[in-house]
């Protein structure tokens, strides 16, 4: 059973009025009493119900954008800001600012969440998949806080989130392959247990196991980091042997830099010797050398999509959706070959 004002007054030996003007942080209130109702607030892990508090006041118009902001996270995760970009669009459409608030200095699990639930100043909160753990899932589902998720939780929760399919993103990218007369697929990943990648290969491995004269050798899958530098020094490993693959699928643009590195100097030419596809037209692809075939997913439409469920949520709390949007897209360049397909620039 969830804890409640009356638990927490009666704990701390003070009245309901007391706790509740602590919380709204009164300074009629001693800084001796404040500091015990706070102390037993965070024992008795207390959230107050701040949207039943809010249906006695105007909205906010204010939405947040939790995600995790350290250094370098610009060019390690940009699709999060094209996702922010989309959002905020919508929303502003409907009068509403947005907030980017940062989770990268909690402490403790959920903080930020628990700190954006109990100011009272949002309506709701869109949140990166980094940007959630068990404990804010518990908490946003706890206080029926209008909120949408990035990304498929590995979480059990009833927490609301919306997601590309990335598994069909992967079975696009396969078919093409073979449409275009690969036999013989490798792919090269992020690592063995991240989310994006593991699906996009799962796609990629579900699609060939149900060809039988296209295969993917466990021995052709390479797991990085993602940088340049070791998906270079994979790509280089499997491409350089004897009885290589003819065609690589990379899991994101960094690996796929990386593989065009290890190509050039192997002196392979896509697509005679080897076809390459990859995933995402944002940001990198467009200026790589040669421009490669990807199976793109429109993270700008994504975000709107994710504001527009925010706001359906924002008027309905007990409102729940689960959900893949913003179906994948196959752009046909000079990397892969195929005899349906317009190569596009």
């Known amino acids: 059973m969830a804890v409640t004002i009356k638990d927490v007054a009666r704990e701390a030996g003070v009245s309901f009025s007391t706790v509740s003007k602590v919380i709204n942080n009164s300074p009629l209130i001693s800084e001796a009493t404040t500091v ?29 954008f939790l995600a995790v902001l350290k250094k370098g996270e610009a060019f390690d995760n940009p699709h999060m800001f094209e996702i922010l970009c989309g959002a905020h669009k919508a929303l502003a459409r409907k009068g509403y600012s947005v907030t980017l608030v940062d989770v990268s200095g909690d402490e403790k699990p959920g903080e930020t969440v628990k700190a ?13 998949g980094l940007a959630i753990n068990h404990a804010a899932a518990a908490m946003l589902v706890r206080e029926s806080f209008p909120h949408v998720v990035l990304g498929k939780q590995e979480i059990e929760s009833q927490m609301c989130w919306l997601d590309s399919n990335n598994v069909l993103a992967g079975d696009i990218a396969a078919r093409h392959l073979a449409e275009g007369g690969a036999k013989r697929v490798a792919f090269i990943g992020g690592g063995k247990e991240e989310g994006v990648s593991k699906a996009r290969l799962d796609g990629v491995r579900s699609a060939l196991d149900k060809m039988a004269d296209v295969s993917l050798r466990e021995d052709d899958i390479r797991y990085t980091d993602s940088s340049i530098e070791e998906s270079y020094t994979a790509a280089l490993g499997l491409l350089a042997k004897s009885g290589r693959p003819d065609s690589v699928v990379c899991a994101n643009n960094m690996v796929a830099i990386g593989t065009l590195k290890a190509v050039r100097e192997l002196k392979l030419t896509l697509p005679l010797d080897l076809q390459l596809l990859t995933f995402d037209d944002y940001p990198f692809s467009r200026v790589m050398d040669p421009p490669p075939t990807v199976v793109n997913i429109d993270c700008y439409d994504l975000g709107e999509q994710m504001a527009s469920q925010l706001l359906r949520n924002i008027r309905n709390p007990a ?9 994948p897209e196959l752009i046909v360049r000079g990397t892969t070959t195929t005899p349906s397909a317009t190569p596009r620039p």
């Open 36 to 64: 015990r109702v706070r102390e037993v607030i965070e024992r008795m892990n207390y959230t107050p119900n701040v949207r039943a508090a809010n249906f006695k006041r105007r909205s906010t118009h204010s939405i947040a």
């Open 116 to 128: 954006v639930i109990s100011a009272g100043a949002y309506d709701g909160l869109i949140a990166h």
């Open 319 to 327: 409102l729940r959706v689960q959900s893949y949007i913003t179906l």
